[in-house]
């Protein structure tokens, strides 16, 4: 797990490292003017001197790509490695920046001050290397700091069987990790297996029930089958009389049939007779209103002939009578 953070750790000491040749050329050589820094004096503010700064970096340039070759860097402290990427690569932006401010100021023209280097470049500006000579000493002891750590342990006799007793053992874990995983796996396939098995149970005892029930409702079929195969044998003797009965009704009508036949034929010719009647009788009946007007006719000049018979009679009557009353009333007299 530390091979990506080594490999950073490489190209920042690689960088570095050009970063040492720049500014080691730029220090040692002379200005302008001929005037030169005294790179064997103390950087103010620290107890280094340059060249011993410039000697540091390099050595941990040269132990920061040698653990690149650790055949086994995987128990090397990672936080540790990070912090001395993280100092190598400041250490290297100081010296970066001393190297841009030179260019910037066009070079040296002349150095002021050997000790503090402090000089006035070819511009006119005066600047001086001090600040970022301090802060590298300090990112530079941070450094070594993060190195002396690492080496520690890189460099412990039987570093080697250590690693790979540590290795043996994470592979051991790693094994146990596995069976404990597979044997999770057996336990919820067992556990599955086991509620399946239960369900299963619940469904015998349900098709159990449900066959109890069948059975007790094939029983109670079967009664009322008998049952049904019974009313059925009398009902189909019953059937069996209506037919007979049917048959006997059937020849009976048949004989009907004959008689209606022949009823039907005499009642067809009592109807023609009753037409005929009837023909008859319309007949008679204008007959009879015919002799019905004649006889009013009659009546009417009986009548009539009646009247005059009656006044005539009764006239002669009275004229009789007169005549037989009057030889006695002239006798009275």
């Given at each position: ?63 920061a790509t040698g653990l690149s070759e650790v055949k086994n860097p995987f128990f090397l402290p990672k936080n540790n490695i990070i912090t001395l990427n993280s100092s190598l690569a ?244």
């Amino acid at each position: 797990m530390n091979k990506p953070v080594l490999a950073t750790l490489h190209a920042t000491a690689e960088g570095l490292s050009s970063a040492c040749e720049a500014v080691e050329a730029l220090f040692r050589s002379p200005a302008k003017d001929g005037s030169r820094f005294d790179t064997a004096l103390p950087i103010p503010g620290t107890e280094a001197t340059l060249d011993e700064v410039l000697t540091v970096a390099r050595t941990l340039v040269e132990a920061a790509t040698g653990l690149s070759e650790v055949k086994n860097p995987f128990f090397l402290p990672k936080n540790n490695i990070i912090t001395l990427n993280s100092s190598l690569a400041a250490a290297k932006l100081e010296f970066d920046q001393i190297v841009h401010v030179n260019a910037n100021i066009g070079g040296i023209s002349m150095v002021t001050n050997k000790g503090s280097y402090a000089l006035q470049g070819q511009n006119g500006a005066s600047t001086t290397f001090n600040g970022f000579l301090q802060n590298a000493v300090a990112h530079l002891d941070s450094a070594l700091s993060s190195w002396s750590i690492i080496r520690s342990l890189a460099q412990t006799p039987r570093f080697q069987d250590f690693y790979e007793a540590l290795k043996s053992v994470h592979l051991r874990q790693a094994e146990i990790s596995k069976s404990i995983e597979q044997f999770e796996q057996i336990r919820r396939r067992l556990t599955d297996l086991q509620s399946q098995a239960e369900e299963a149970a619940k469904a015998v005892v349900s098709e159990k029930a449900e066959t109890e029930r069948l059975r007790t409702e094939a029983e109670k079929e079967r009664r009322t089958i008998s049952e049904y195969s019974s009313e059925t044998g009398q009902k189909v003797e019953l059937i069996r009389s209506a037919a007979q009965t049917a048959a006997t009704l059937s020849s009976q009508v048949s004989n009907y049939a004959a008689e209606f036949s022949s009823f039907d034929n005499q009642l067809d010719a009592r109807h023609r007779k009753i037409e005929e009647s009837n023909d008859l009788v319309d007949e008679l009946l204008v007959e009879l209103q015919e002799e019905a007007n004649e006889v009013k006719r009659l009546r009417s000049e009986a009548s009539d002939m009646l009247i005059g018979a009656t006044n005539a009679g009764l006239a002669g009557a009275f004229s009789s009578r007169e005549r037989e009353r009057s030889p006695k009333k002239s006798n009275l007299r």
